[in-house]
């Protein structure tokens, strides 16, 4: 079993920054994902990050602007962003699972989520 809890999140004007941390009870080996779900529509996947780091993934919508990134040593997974637009506005929820890194929320841990609301 793993728990995950998120943090970061909070109101900033459109064109800011934000970096969200997810602290994991344990990593083991785990690929790690952050997801999004605005009001109304569906969960969908932002990013992900291979155990060792060594590959990330990105949706279209935040390649350029968000990274993401992990410290194994503190099991702690992040997501930077920057340039958010008020489209970013969503509850944003860390996942963990092993093996690859999946765009789809087959995801065997989630974290309780951390809103975030980006104002025009």
């Known amino acids: 079993q793993v728990q995950l809890v998120e943090s970061g999140g909070g109101l900033v004007q459109a064109g800011g920054s934000l970096r969200l941390s997810c602290a994991a009870s344990t990593f083991r080996r785990y690929t790690m994902g952050w997801f999004r779900q605005a009001p109304g529509k569906e969960r969908e996947f932002v990013a992900g990050?291979?155990?060792?780091?060594?590959?990330?993934y990105y949706a279209d919508s935040a390649k350029g602007r968000f990274t993401i990134s992990r410290d194994n040593a503190k099991n702690t997974v992040y997501l930077q962003m920057n340039r958010l637009k008020p489209e970013d506005t969503a509850v944003y929820y860390c996942?963990?699972?092993?093996?690859?890194?999946?765009?789809?929320?087959?995801?065997?841990?989630w974290g309780q989520g951390t809103p975030v609301t980006v104002s025009s």
């Open positions: 996942a963990a699972r092993p093996g690859t890194v999946s765009v789809r929320d087959d995801y065997d841990y």
């Open positions: 990050i291979s155990w060792s780091g060594g590959s990330t």
